[in-house]
């Protein structure tokens, strides 16, 4: 359990990113303060340690009810023939979900999604994006 000092000092240090609406796609993330590269700490970094995925096939993602076929397919990692769902569903949902993709992307996943790191200074207000193609091999 975090104390109220924890907490403000997270605040303070380790506040870098929002959601807000992209012009790339639906919502994004972006940077509240320039992050310098190298920077591992944007997210949470205790992602992989409480969440695990259950790989569910395309084939029962198209049984679903429409709305949740829609999360899946816009939140979820996917290969040529599974999504990859996090076990609690859509009850909660990580900020690196609305990363947008790029072919040449500001971070990486390092770890299979446990960290992100900037691979070059991200100005404040720009928008951190991914090569989607190098979180999953396909």
């Known amino acids: 359990m975090h104390s109220k000092e924890q907490l403000l000092e997270e605040l303070q240090d380790n506040t870098w990113i929002m959601i807000k609406p992209s012009a790339i796609q ?3 993330v972006f940077a509240l303060r320039d992050i310098p590269k190298g920077c591992r700490t944007m997210f949470s970094p ?20 429409e709305h949740s076929r829609t999360l899946v397919e816009t939140y979820c990692l996917y290969d040529e023939d599974n999504y990859f769902v996090p076990e609690c569903g859509f009850k909660k949902m990580d900020l690196v979900y609305f990363l947008n993709h790029a072919d ?35």
Not at 46 to 53: G, L, N, Q, T
Not at 109 to 135: C, P, Q
């Open 26 to 28: 639906g919502i994004g």
């Open 46 to 65: 205790e992602r992989k340690s409480h969440e695990e995925y259950i790989t569910v096939s395309k084939a029962e993602v198209e049984q679903l009810p």
């Open 104 to 138: 040449h992307g500001n971070i990486i996943s390092i770890n299979d999604g446990e960290f992100f790191e900037a691979v070059r200074d991200i100005k404040k207000g720009e928008e951190l994006l991914i090569d989607y193609g190098e979180i999953v091999d396909e």
